[in-house]
């Protein structure tokens, strides 16, 4: 038997089809708002709450440029009749400090740490997730049939992954949905021409381009569609499906970006009316390359495409080339290549891998042997994946979500072709199916920390990456249980989301101890060179992941040591008195480093003498000394800090020593030209 296409039916509709379907996504459904119904804020959820929020009551779209608009939009629907408090604009400030800090405030005035507008947006934001398993089930069953459509929508209804993420404000289960959209769509447009499939797989790349930047993706992928289907066509037909796909491709084009602009409300200005982008498209750009850079400031200048969306083109590339990265125990101050591999057979269930290696193995030996609908399943995750390992953004499996979505198809494909064969695949691919299941629910429901069972699963994660991977702040309600249970004890606690969000907002009331964010944006506490009680420290600081270099982490000392005890496999309780100057050392340096900020340079200088003393060669220690010292005209000093500041640099990785040494440098540079 044959379908419309001429393509072999392999298997016949199984019983209850739709009811089981149905089910499946009634499950999804229920998992991933129990899930977040228990994890408090994500790092940068509040951004994107506040921004969208700001979307629709002021149209200012500069806030949280880095993403486009859809799911933020989406997100903040339910919560907009009540009248919400808004904090006054942070003017002339970097647009990421005034989205996270007013995002932080917004929701801790209205919401507080009740979290019910929180649930409220995630509810919405669930939507695309109910959508990513709707588009890979009914592509996944014009494609391979019936049979492998519900197996499909099984293995991503229960992948860790998938529900890790599902109901959180965030751009990546949004961006998996309309990839396997606009691939299905074009498929469908490829295989029967209509005006009616060309408008919706416009309106599904215009979608896919309002929900995060890597949706400019698609353009190569259907490039890659193109050039398959007019290889693989008789050759008298060749010329003819070149011009139609080619006339379709550019229609899309226009199509997607009138849908964009759709979403910017057809405006270019990113702020409203009297109010100021900062920085500029130019100045913004002017450390990417220079043919990059003169492109954006070209298209800017043309207004071909809004100066949000612009913004965010050049952030995820400036944001690629300056963050660190954690594999394996230990911290490069670069990405690398083979992350992504790691991050795919750490977060991956075994029963999944080996149903890869099973789908594989049907493709060589032709038991998989629908050709077209092969190269429509492995062309766009493999071109996804290989962009993905260059493009050195190394945090979190999230960002591979969309690749997860076909190498799921590609999974349920084979299951189906194998089964067929013999009754022994069968059985097999159906353990590896249970196998996938069971593996996600033992984990059940701390899937943002998942591993699997090879590499020690979630109590191990933490060793092996770090980030969204294992801590993306979502402990807080957890650790509120915790400070419950010990009202009358001491705590300090290291929170990778500080100072984005406050744990405070939460009733936690545990010292501050300094992140690499407060740093910059401050909120950490004085601390002693010596605590006594509970020390809490997050997955994400304790890795150090986002220092250029494991030697500058504060937190490394800690390392070795056993916890007392863990909560959600992601913040680590160590209970006595520990020697922590280094960590002291900081907490002084960055206090310091506000104080100057407020042309306080007397107590600033006090403190930074404190922090050199606290731990003698501290790079942080010796640069605030630095500063303070040149604030107050005290060259010598200035230059003897900065200079020891640059010997301890020099004994870092050679990557992570541009972090330090070159402003340094100029420090010294500019500190001698003053005493010329």
Sequence with gaps: MRDLYNRPVINHRPKNFWLTAVALLAIQVTLALTMVHRESLTFDEDDHMFAGYMMWKAADYGLNPEHPPLVKLLATIPILAGDLWVPPPLHHQFFKTEAYLNGRDWLARNDGGRQHLVFKMRVSAELLAIGLCLFVFLATREWFGDAAG?????????????????????????????????????????????????????????????????????????????????????????KRIALRLTGGFFAIVVLSVFVLWCFYGFRYAARPAGMTFSPSIARYAAPLPHFESTSVVAVSRLHLLPESYLVGLIDVKRAAADYPTFLLGKVYPHGQWDYFPFVILIKTTLGMLLLLILATFATVTGKLTRRRELFYTLAPPILYLAVAMMAGMNIGVRHLLPM?????????????????????????????????????????????????????????????????????????????????????????????????????????????????????????????????????????????????????????????????????????????????????????????????????????????????????????????????????????????????????????????????????????????????
Excluded at 176 to 201: G, H, K
Excluded at 622 to 649: H, R, Y
């Design 150 to 238: 519900l197996i499909a929508l099984t293995l991503v209804v229960f992948d860790p992954n998938v529900l890790a993420h599902s109901a959180l404000v965030t751009t990546d289960i949004g961006v998996s949905c309309f990839f396997v959209a606009a691939i299905w769509t074009f498929y469908r447009f490829a295989t029967r021409p209509t005006l009616i499939r060309l408008l919706f797989v416009g309106v599904a790349t215009g979608l896919l381009l309002a929900t995060k930047h890597s949706g400019i993706l698609i353009g190569p992928m259907f490039v890659s569609l193109i050039a398959w289907e007019v290889l693989t066509a008789p050759g008298l037909e060749r």
């Design 404 to 676: 997860y979505a076909f190498a799921i198809i590609f999974a349920a494909a084979a299951t189906v072709a194998l089964a067929g064969t013999d009754r022994r695949w069968a059985i097999l691919c159906s353990a590896l199916v249970a196998a996938h299941i069971v593996s996600s629910l033992l984990v059940f429901p701390n899937e943002i920390a998942y591993a699997n069972e090879a590499w020690g699963g979630p109590r191990n994660v933490h060793n092996l990456l770090s980030d969204a991977n294992v801590d993306w702040g979502q402990q807080l309600l957890q650790v509120k249980q915790w400070q419950d249970r010990h009202p009358d004890q001491e705590c300090w606690f290291a929170y990778f989301a500080r100072p984005e969000i406050d744990p405070g907002v939460y009733g936690i009331r545990c010292h501050a101890l300094p992140t690499l964010d407060t740093q910059y944006l401050g909120g950490a506490d004085v601390i002693p060179p010596s605590i006594s009680g509970a020390v809490l420290i997050s997955a994400g600081d304790l890795s150090g992941c986002e220092w250029p270099s494991g030697q500058v982490n504060p937190y490394r000392s800690f390392q070795p040591l056993h916890p007392d005890l863990t909560i959600d496999d992601s913040v680590f309780v160590y209970q006595g008195t520990f020697a922590v100057p280094e960590i002291s050392a900081v907490s002084r340096a960055q206090q310091s480093q506000a104080l100057l900020a407020k042309r306080q340079s007397g107590p600033a200088l006090v403190l930074a003498r404190e922090a050199v003393v606290t731990a003698p060669g501290n790079l942080f220690a010796e640069k605030a000394l630095g500063d303070a010292a040149a604030a107050v005209d005290d060259k010598e000093t200035a230059e003897t800090a900065w200079q020891a500041a640059i010997q301890t640099a020099q004994h870092l990785e050679s990557g992570a020593q541009s972090s330090y040494i070159p402003e340094l440098e100029s420090k010294i540079k500019r500190l001698s030209a003053r005493n010329e």
